[in-house]
Structures are given as C-alpha cells and as structure tokens.
C-alpha cells in the first residue's frame, strides 16, 4: 500500500476514534446531567428500595443471559457444530464484556476465540455470535413497535393497531430464513465480511426466535421489578415495560460509539419510560438499572470463566 494511502486511512481511523469519543462524551454530559437534575429533585427520606424485587429482578437478567447463550446453542447445533450447553452458554457470557468496548468487535472478536479453542470452524464461529445479534434486533424491534406506535386512545380498528400488524409480519417475513439468508450474504459481501454459513430452515429460525422472544420477556421483567423496586407499579403496564426495555437495549445495541450503549439506551430508556412511571422515579430506575445490568454482567462474566476452566482442568485442553 502506498504511504500516502496509509497515512490517509491512518488519519481517517484516528477522526473517526475522535468523533466517536466526542459523540459519547456529548451523550454522557446530558444524560448524565438530566439524570441528576431529576434524581436531586426526590427528597432523601422519600427513597426507598425494595431489595427482595432487585433480588428478583437479577435473576431475570441472569436468565436473560441464558436465553443468550441458548440462542447461540442452538446456531451451533443447527450448523452442526454442536457445543454442550454449559460451554456455549459460558463462551457467549464471556463474549457479553465484549459489548464494554467500543465498536462492538470485541463481542465477536472474543466469541470467535472461544469457539475455535473447542474446534469450531472460523466461518461459523464468526457466524453465530453476529446471527444472534441480528436475529435480536429484529425480536426487540418486534416486541419495542407496539409501545411505539399504540397508544391508549387506540381503538380495536384503529389505524394505529392496523399498522402495527402490517410492520410486525413484515420484521416476521424478513426473519424467514429464505430471505434472511440471502439478504444478510448480500449486505456482508458489500461490506466485505464473511458471509453466513447457516442453511437454517424455518422451524430452526423460528426456534431461534423464540428462545430470543423469551430473553426479550425475562429482560422485561427484570425491569419491571426493579421499578416495582422504587414505585407502585400495576402488573398490567409489563407489556410496557417489555417493549420499552427491548426498544432501548436494541437502541443501544445499534449505536457503536457507545461501549454497551452507555449513555444512548440511558437516555432512551429514561425518556420512554418517563411517560409511564414520571420522570424522577425513571430517572432512579434507569440507574438502578444500569449498576444491576453491569454488576450481572460481571458476575456471569466470572460464572463463566470458571465453568470453562473447570472445562479446561477436565478434559485437558
């Protein structure tokens, strides 16, 4: 390569870094300053938590870890390059740190290494943990698009509810492997990555989905619980709950300046769910939310390491 050339996409690398910390700093500055200005609004002897729903709430969100791992289980097997659960699981908690680094690569970088230390081929090791990422964007925006476009006034017949379907096949009909397959190849080889190795059928993505549907709903809940945490909540606004979490954990997902959506999924969050629970007390739980999240994703980062040093130790790899 010439070395104008080279100095050239050195260049562009480096205003791209700065942009994206100028970005991130930006987003920081006023999530984090609207956060204070509305948690300093809630009088001292006005907080209380409610540890036994945090408790509960880690428990849906180590289960929504699982139902990560499971979805990227299957994938293997489905490309017969089968891992037992325990070591598919572990490797993709392990890969979640990843998401910490800006630019999400380090989710698959780190998944690839895992995968190949246990004799998986490169093209499906590289595979699955982006197909699983996909293939989540496209359940959380299913499950975000009713909170985005019903609203209470919206009648059984309303256009609102007729739009909502019509979207919501469509995310469906792209999810069906006949086109979903292609049309991933086709955008990967345009941006010159590997292509999809998969030949899923539709029962197989469909079990996908559904194990991605029920991560999405234990997210949910773990949400619910931790508001249930800080205020009154009715068990009827869960739907709510369900979609709003979905909406700005895929938001935060899509957004690759922000190491694990810090600050994006922050302020997305906060905003959505203002108009459900009031500003103060969303301004709170989107806090509790966040340390409990990281703190889980630790601990299973821990749980995980372990179980495949015991692996290692076993089975002497």
């Known amino acids: ?175 069906n492997p006949i086109f979903f397959l292609p049309a991933g190849n086709y955008i990967f080889r345009r941006f010159g990555i590997s292509e999809i190795g998969a030949n899923l059928s539709t029962q197989q993505m469909a079990v996908c989905v559904g194990v991605v549907g029920i991560q999405c709903v234990c997210a949910g809940i773990s949400t619910w619980l931790i508001s249930r945490s800080v205020c009154l909540l009715d068990l009827s606004i869960l739907p709510n709950i369900i979609s709003i979490t979905a909406f700005s954990g895929v938001m935060g997902l899509l957004v690759f300046f922000s190491p694990a959506g810090i600050g994006v999924r922050d302020g997305i969050f906060f905003i959505t769910l203002g108009g459900v629970v009031g500003p103060e007390n969303a301004a709170l739980i989107t806090v509790l939310l966040r340390v409990v999240q990281t703190l889980v994703d630790v601990g299973t980062f821990g749980i995980g390491a372990f179980w495949l040093y015991l692996d290692k130790i076993t089975n002497k790899r």
């Not at 050339?5 to 609207?34: D, P, S, W």
């Not at 699982?66 to 699981?89: D, R």
């Open 1 to 175: 390569m010439p070395r104008d050339r080279r100095r050239h996409n050195h260049l562009r690398i480096v205003l791209i870094r700065v942009l994206n910390c100028l970005l991130l700093g930006a987003v920081l500055y006023f999530v984090g300053k609207t956060l204070l200005f509305h948690i300093s609004k809630i009088p001292l002897d006005g907080v209380t938590f409610l540890f036994r729903f945090v408790f509960l709430a880690v428990l849906f969100e180590v289960a929504a870890r699982f139902f990560v791992g499971m979805s990227q289980h299957l994938l293997l097997k489905f490309s017969g390059s089968p891992l037992p659960l325990k070591i598919s699981v572990s490797i993709s908690w392990i890969s979640l740190m990843g998401k910490y680094v800006p630019g999400k690569i380090a989710l698959v970088c780190s998944a690839i290494y895992f995968f190949k230390k246990y004799k998986v081929h490169t093209a499906i090791a590289g595979m699955v943990p982006v197909l699983s990422t996909v293939i989540t964007i496209f359940v959380a925006l299913i499950f975000s698009i009713p909170m985005l476009i019903l609203n209470e006034r919206s009648s059984f017949f309303s256009v609102d509810l007729l739009a909502v379907m019509i979207i919501v096949f469509i995310l469906f009909f792209l999810l």
